[in-house]
T-cell receptor
Framework: GENVEQHPSTLSVQEGDSAVIKCTYS??????FPWYKQELGKGPQLIID?????GEKKDQRIAVTLNKTAKHFSLHITETQPEDSAVYFC?????????FGTGTRLQVFP | KAGVTQTPRYLIKTRGQQVTLSCSPI?????VSWYQQTPGQGLQFLFE???????NKGNFPGRFSGRQFSNSRSEMNVSTLELGDSALYLC????????????FGPGTRLTVT
């Protein structure tokens, strides 16, 4: 069925440390995997995405990796800063619809 | 370029009433999708409009409907409101008419009492 699992649900890190959020999907036909950051009172903001013909994509302190065989993808944030604190959502396409994970609340402590 | 705008930002309605929410996409974007966000169910897809036509639909009852105008602005309507319809309703636009590179608005917080 339509399923994107996301772990962990909460993540606390010290400023400067790295944070990793993992997602698995069920539909092998999925070919697009975006990550969104949602701050309090705001809509989700697209921060990075990856297509199935690419294994890794990096944008400054943020990177996403994709393992199509295992059907999982991960978000990596290096050198975390307090402003990285937010809820992060992964998503995958199924039948032309975005199916979202349940979210990870990231807290970065100064 | 201005982002996706949604009006109103907050709304309080009574059970049984109906409500209309509005979304203006990013200039040049022809696809508008609507999502419902609740603490229990997370982010769920409602429907997508492209060039005034509904192209895709999620698993919501017929009380939820929408439309898109020729300028790509979209409205979403919920009739016979139920307490469980209380949620943040998000609109997202994209250029290509697919879920790729969707950009979200700030949402409309609907409270049903």
């Amino acid at each position: 069925g339509e399923n994107v699992e996301q772990h962990p649900s909460t993540l606390s890190v010290q400023e400067g440390d790295s944070a990793v959020i993992k997602c698995t999907y069920s539909d092998s036909a999925s070919n697009y995997f975006p990550w969104y950051k949602q701050e309090l009172g705001k809509g989700p903001q697209l921060i990075i995405d990856i297509r199935s013909n690419v294994g890794e994509k990096k944008d400054q302190r943020i990177a996403v990796t994709l393992n199509k065989t295992a059907k999982h993808f991960s978000l990596h944030i290096t050198e975390t800063q307090p402003e990285d604190s937010a809820v992060y959502f992964c998503a995958a396409i199924k039948t032309d619809k975005l199916i979202f994970g349940t979210g990870t609340r990231l807290q970065v402590f100064p | 370029k201005a982002g996706v705008t949604q009006t109103p930002r907050y709304l309080i309605k009574t059970r049984g009433q109906q409500v209309t929410l509005s979304c203006s996409p990013i200039s040049g974007h022809r696809s508008v999708s609507w999502y419902q966000q609740t603490p229990g169910q997370g982010l769920q897809f409602l429907f997508e409009y492209f060039s005034e036509t509904q192209r895709n639909k999620g698993n919501f009852p017929g009380r939820f409907s929408g439309r898109q105008f020729s300028n790509s602005r979209s409205e979403m309507n919920v009739s016979t409101l139920e307490l469980g319809d209380s949620a943040l309703y998000l609109c997202a636009s994209s250029q290509t008419g697919t879920p790729y590179e969707q950009y979200f608005g700030p949402g409309t917080r609907l409270t049903v009492t």
